[in-house]
T-cell receptor, first 112, second 109 residues
Framework: DAMVIQNPRYQVTQFGKPVTLSCSQT?????MYWYQQKSSQAPKLLFH???????NEADTPDNFQSRRPNTSFCFLDIRSPGLGDAAMYLC???????????FGDGTRLSIL | GESVGLHLPTLSVQEGDNSIINCAYS??????FIWYKQESGKGPQFIID?????DKRQGQRVTVLLNKTVKHLSLQIAATQPGDSAVYFC????????FGTGTRLQVFP
């Protein structure tokens, strides 16, 4: 059974139209992460939550925001998607800092 | 527009042969390394990890070797199977995973 679930698997949005991607976990892990992965590249960390504490990477554009309303759910909001934001977005969780991360299967975002 | 993706290094092996995938890291202070396998259309899957106080760790059909002197990591897959076909990433630092470029493993019959 999937333990890190991302919905939807494929998302299409229009240029400049806000979009939200969701992630849920059944592992009760403290830490949740969002990564961006472009074609033939490695995943790149955008930000992570340690419990309720939000940690943004220095080079993550302001266009990207995140919310974690409870332990199980985490959302990625893209306020004004541009063509360069088309990518696979991966959610991951870990029990605690310093522990292996478990990934969902991602949401592939396309921008029209 | 979208940036052009990097061309992934590719390793082609015959089914049944052993595979060796290499990775170099830059941070000499890194003390924890992980190998992930990513199949097409899926998220990365944890394979094996190793801490810097070890130089070798074995799992089922996989072995990771760590050479801290030259900052090099390798993943050995014994008796490679078609199901091993995927992109393999090494990563350092579990708190803020920094992934290497990745290597595409292709297994042919």
């Amino acid at each position: 059974d999937a333990m890190v679930i991302q919905n939807p698997r494929y998302q299409v949005t229009q240029f400049g139209k806000p979009v939200t991607l969701s992630c849920s976990q059944t592992l009760n892990h403290n830490v949740m992460y969002w990564y961006q992965q472009k074609s033939s590249q490695a995943p790149k960390l955008l930000f992570h939550y340690y419990d309720k504490d939000f940690n943004n990477e220095a080079d993550t554009p302001d266009n990207f925001q995140s919310r974690r309303p409870n332990t199980s759910f985490c959302f990625l909001d893209i306020r004004s998607p541009g063509l360069g934001d088309a990518a696979m977005y991966l959610c991951a969780t870990s029990r605690d800092r310093g522990r292996p991360q478990h990934f969902g299967d991602g949401t592939r975002l396309s921008i029209l | 527009g979208e940036s052009v993706g990097l061309h992934l290094p590719t390793l082609s092996v015959q089914e049944g042969d052993n595979s060796i995938i290499n990775c170099a890291y830059s941070n000499s202070a890194s003390d924890y390394f992980i190998w992930y396998k990513q199949e097409s259309g899926k998220g990365p899957q944890f394979i094996i990890d190793i801490r810097s106080n070890m130089d070798k760790r074995q799992g089922q059909r996989v072995t990771v070797l760590l050479n801290k002197t030259v900052k090099h990591l390798s993943l050995q897959i014994a008796a490679t199977q078609p199901g091993d076909s995927a992109v393999y990433f090494c990563a350092e630092n579990p708190d803020k995973l920094i992934f290497g470029t990745g290597t595409r493993l292709q297994v042919f019959p």
